[in-house]
């Protein structure tokens, strides 16, 4: 959690509107914490992809781009904590948010929120820690226009995509509540699949943020639908650390039991069609503009989140197995977009089956979706301590 107060900068909705070609998005940016860890919130009106330009490792100034949203004019602001002072402007069909740090920190995390407990759009949050001392700031970049990286350093960064433990920070867990809105999914005799799920997604965030060690992040809070590959997204963009999907099969009455499934081999070969989309590891800011290096990192990312997908599937069946009952072969492989995440380790949890009395019957009863709440929970404790304590040998 990052202590103090929040300064905020805003923009009035009339301004925006007098943006010249550009399409407002930026609301205002809040600062909050202190000289340890810093974190910035940019409010937004639409869902964005932020783009890492500079870590501040050279020139102590971290730049972020945001395509295709704007602001009018520039924004800026004086700093907290280890920033000294910050601007948005408007660069190369987007916003690009300039950092000029204090002290020496690093990028801690990045990650959107999407509209939820009460706060009605979007929230980009940004999470700065100090490394080490003061900086002089004759060695900082003036805060304009920021300069693309060299293709050397464009490369190291996307070196680190290959996703490194960070055993001090809190873990971001996106749930995914399937179906909602016009889709309700499997049809039971007394509750639709979207009702289960999302009692099930709101349940166990409430169960992991008890613990004060998650950010917990719901594709969804509401009986509203969004779209496969914009539930990978949110994931994505979240940089989370884990992702679960949760749903209830359909099948004849006298089939019941739960599974998990993860990304099959055929599955993977739809992620570069999914990533081209928004171009997620091949953007030349990333690889240097070799998409040679892209496709490198793009498979060593994915295999190794394939087989830490399938660690945290096995734990998930060992410990559902006590509280709920299972399919013969309860841990299964699917060509599913949900689980298209290279970087991303993601199970898909049949919860049961809802046209199976006893299965609806417990998915729709409070008591019985605690208890397996519990037990979902309990996999992701034991998982990320595992992780913990390889990182610590």
Do not use: C
């Amino acid at each position: 959690m990052i202590a103090g107060g929040l300064i905020v900068v805003g923009l009035g909705a009339g301004a925006f509107a007098q943006a010249s070609g550009m399409a407002a998005g930026i609301l205002k940016v809040r600062l909050g914490g202190d000289a340890a860890e810093t974190r910035l919130v940019i409010d937004l009106d639409r869902s964005v992809s932020g783009k890492l330009i500079s870590d501040g490792a050279v020139d102590n100034t971290v730049v972020v781009a945001f395509p295709k949203v704007g602001v009018s004019g520039d924004l800026k602001g004086a700093g907290q904590g280890v920033v000294r002072r910050w601007t948005v402007d408007n660069q190369g069909g987007g916003a690009r948010l300039n950092i000029e740090l204090a002290r020496k920190a690093q990028v801690a995390r990045r990650f959107l929120l999407p509209p939820g407990d009460g706060v009605d759009h979007y929230r980009y949050v940004i999470d700065l820690r100090a490394t080490g001392g003061a900086v002089d700031p004759r060695v900082t970049r003036a805060l304009g226009p920021a300069q693309s990286l060299p293709q050397d350093q464009g490369a190291r960064r996307a070196a680190t995509l290959i996703r490194a433990d960070r055993p001090s920070a809190r873990k971001v867990i996106v749930i995914d509540a399937g179906h909602g809105g016009h889709d309700p999914g499997a049809i039971g005799a007394n509750v639709h699949e979207k009702v289960v799920t999302l009692a099930a997604a709101k349940a166990l965030k409430a169960r992991l943020e008890k613990t004060g060690r998650y950010t917990v992040i719901l594709t969804r809070d509401s009986d509203r639908y969004v779209t496969l590959e914009g539930r990978v997204q949110i994931a994505r963009r979240a940089d989370a650390d884990l992702f679960i999907s949760l749903h209830a099969d359909a099948g004849p009455e006298s089939t019941s039991g739960a599974s998990v499934y993860t990304l099959s081999e055929k599955g993977e070969g739809r992620v570069g069609k999914v990533l081209a989309k928004d171009d997620w590891l091949m953007n030349a800011s990333l690889t240097g503009g070799d998409r040679g290096v892209g496709q490198i990192l793009l498979d060593l990312s994915q295999r190794a989140t394939k087989n830490r997908s399938a660690v945290f599937a096995e734990m998930l069946v060992s410990e559902i197995s006590d509280v709920t009952p299972m399919l013969r072969r309860s841990h299964r492989d699917g060509n599913l977009i949900v689980l298209l995440a290279p970087d991303v380790p993601a199970v898909l949890l049949e919860m049961g089956f809802i046209t199976s009395p006893s299965d609806e019957a417990r998915l729709n009863t409070a008591a019985s979706r605690a208890r397996l709440v519990n037990s979902i929970g309990d996999a992701i404790d034991r998982w990320f301590s595992r992780d913990m304590k390889i990182a610590s040998r």
